[in-house]
């Protein structure tokens, strides 16, 4: 039996959470709305403000999906109510993240600024205050969606072992590796 998916999801009095007869899982709340089209093997039910998943069969693909869909379930109801939020660093002597509109621009040490504008959902903040090195605050309903947002800006400048500029995730470690040495 799947650990994961025997748990219930709790839903609080705020979130409504809405399934369709073509097994599409609805959730809204306070940061929005998500849906989600479930596997036809997962049986979804709710009662009593709780959200519980079975599976139909015993057989492996349903047995692997039981904990999946349980799992992006309670990430749409945790969304919806308290939100994601990933927070990257950029450190480099002249890079720079600034937000222009719903705009973030980088520069990022190459001949050309970057501008990446979030998709619909992603709220982009840049803090220039509280530390030396600019942080960007990417935050959203959708748990996925986040983390693909941090990954697209990271990629953009990766941190270089020797010296370690570049973006990195907040309390990120980046191994350094050693420069050349003189030799006799």
Do not use: C, W
Not at 41 to 67: C, F
Not at 144 to 171: F, N, T
């Amino acid at each position: 039996m799947s650990r994961i998916g025997i748990l219930p999801i709790t839903v609080n009095d705020k979130t409504e959470v809405k399934i369709s007869a073509d097994n599409t899982v609805t959730v809204k709340g306070k940061n929005g709305e998500l849906s989600l089209k479930v596997d036809p093997r997962i049986e979804i039910k709710q009662e009593n403000g709780e959200v519980t998943v079975d599976r139909k069969n015993n057989d492996r693909q349903s047995r692997a999906m039981h904990g999946l869909y349980r799992s992006l379930i309670n990430n749409m109801v945790v969304g919806v109510n308290d939100g994601f939020e990933k927070t990257l660093e950029v450190i480099g002597v002249g890079f720079r993240a600034s937000m222009n509109g719903n705009m973030l621009e980088l520069a990022l040490g190459y001949s050309h600024a970057f501008y990446f504008v979030p998709p619909e959902g992603i709220n982009i903040e840049v803090d220039t205050k509280t530390s030396k090195n600019p942080r960007i605050k990417i935050s959203g309903a959708d748990k996925a969606l986040v983390g693909q947002v941090a990954a697209k800006i990271r990629s953009l400048r990766k941190p270089e072992p020797y010296k370690g500029k570049g973006i990195r995730y907040l309390g990120e470690k980046v191994r350094k590796k050693a420069g050349k040495s003189a030799g006799k």
